[in-house]
């Protein structure tokens, strides 16, 4: 029933943007947290931008704090992520990312609960 549908994923200059959308349907939630993660091969998948929905505090990685935002539309069936000066070390598949149910903290991804399919962003030097 819950659905993540991520989009907008291209590849770009370096110093450009991208804004990638996530369609999200079958869920309405008053607490848990929403955002963005990404994974490059061999790595982790570490968390780039969440919001938790309790609070609508927003929580960011070091290395994209002042570049990306993270948002939702009026009706809050898209969650959007706006990457500007994107840089090399941007690369990743990024995944939108849903849990649903109170947490303490998002902080990683072993506490998502739904998963998009991915969708790859590359940045060119």
């Known amino acids: 029933q819950v659905q993540l549908a991520e989009s907008g994923g291209d590849t770009v200059q370096a110093g450009g943007s991208l804004r990638l959308s996530c369609a999200i349907s079958?869920?309405?939630?008053?607490?848990?947290?929403m955002g963005w993660f990404r994974q490059v091969p061999g790595k982790e998948r570490e968390r780039v931008a969440i919001?938790?929905?309790?609070?609508?505090?927003?929580v960011f990685a070091d290395s994209v704090k002042g570049r990306f935002t993270i948002s939702q539309d009026r009706t809050k069936s898209t969650l959007h992520l706006q990457m500007n000066n994107l840089k090399p070390e941007d690369t990743g598949r990024y995944y939108c990312?849903?849990?649903?149910?109170?947490?303490?903290?998002?902080?990683?991804?072993?506490?998502?609960?739904?998963w998009g399919q991915g969708t790859q962003v590359t940045v060119s030097s």
């Open positions: 990312a849903a849990r649903l149910e109170w947490a303490k903290s998002c902080a990683d991804a072993n506490q998502i609960s739904f």
């Open positions: 079958g869920f309405t939630s008053d607490t848990g947290c």
């Open positions: 919001f938790y929905i309790d609070s609508s505090l927003t």
